[in-house]
T-cell receptor, first 113, second 120 residues
Framework: AQSVTQPDIHITVSEGASLELRCNYS??????LFWYVQSPGQGLQLLLK??????LVQGIKGFEAEFKRSQSSFNLRKPSVHWSDAAEYFC???????????FGQGTTLQVKP | EAQVTQNPRYLITVTGKKLTVTCSQN?????MSWYRQDPGLGLRQIYY???????DKGDVPEGYKVSRKEKRNFPLILESPSPNQTSLYFC???????????????????FGDGTRLSIL
């Protein structure tokens, strides 16, 4: 069955520290992977996506993610976190047949001053 | 500006009183979808539509209806709402699948700002 797992429900980092949010997926075919961010009271904004090619993808707001097929992972990283990055982050894989996005449970990021 | 617009943004209502949440997109997207977001469960797809007059069930369709009479609109209908439908709802849209391979691939879905429904 297709699924996405984000092992960390809640993460707290200090401003300026590096960040890594974990995402593992289970998908039979070539995965099309996305990271979205949701700020309080807002919809979901696309941070980055991966479907082929270079396994290290760059996104908006200084985020990047690395696809590792051998580990079925697509972890999100940022070298230096800003207070405005506090939000909920969702990893998702898109079904090629139905177009459905299969989401992880989400990781809430808190940034300490 | 490209956007997906949902209305209302907030609604408190009572069990059994029919309600409709509207969704409209201005990007000429073929694909539209509804999701609900619940704590600890992420977002789950309710219904989707690949084009006008083409709709299909997602993972949690019970208690919901949709229609797609026009390309830009995809309303979500709760005929007889119940408290377990209290949730945050998102509408999303994206372009059509890759015609060469007939698969949805890297097209991202664009999301509305959400509708928070409380059913008492």
């Amino acid at each position: 069955a297709q699924s996405v797992t984000q092992p960390d429900i809640h993460i707290t980092v200090s401003e300026g520290a590096s960040l890594e949010l974990r995402c593992n997926y289970s998908y039979g075919a070539t995965p099309y992977l996305f990271w979205y961010v949701q700020s309080p009271g807002q919809g979901l904004q696309l941070l980055l996506k991966y479907f082929s090619g270079d396994t290290l993808v760059q996104g908006i707001k200084g985020f990047e993610a690395e696809f590792k097929r051998s580990q079925s992972s697509f972890n999100l990283r940022k070298p230096s976190v800003h207070w405005s990055d506090a939000a909920e982050y969702f990893c998702a894989v898109r079904s090629g047949n139905t177009g459905k996005l299969i989401f992880g449970q989400g990781t809430t990021l808190q940034v300490k001053p | 500006e490209a956007q997906v617009t949902q209305n209302p943004r907030y609604l408190i209502t009572v069990t059994g009183k029919k309600l409709t949440v509207t969704c409209s997109q201005n990007m000429n997207h073929e694909y539209m979808s509804w999701y609900r977001q619940d704590p600890g469960l992420g977002l789950r797809q309710i219904y989707y539509s690949m084009n006008v007059e083409v709709t299909d069930k997602g993972d949690v369709p019970e208690g919901y209806k949709v229609s797609r009479k026009e390309k830009r609109n995809f309303p979500l209908i709760l005929e007889s709402p119940s408290p377990n439908q209290t949730s945050l709802y998102f509408c999303a849209s994206s372009s059509a699948p890759d015609r060469r391979i007939f698969r949805y691939s890297n097209q991202p879905q664009h999301f509305g700002d959400g509708t928070r429904l409380s059913i008492l």
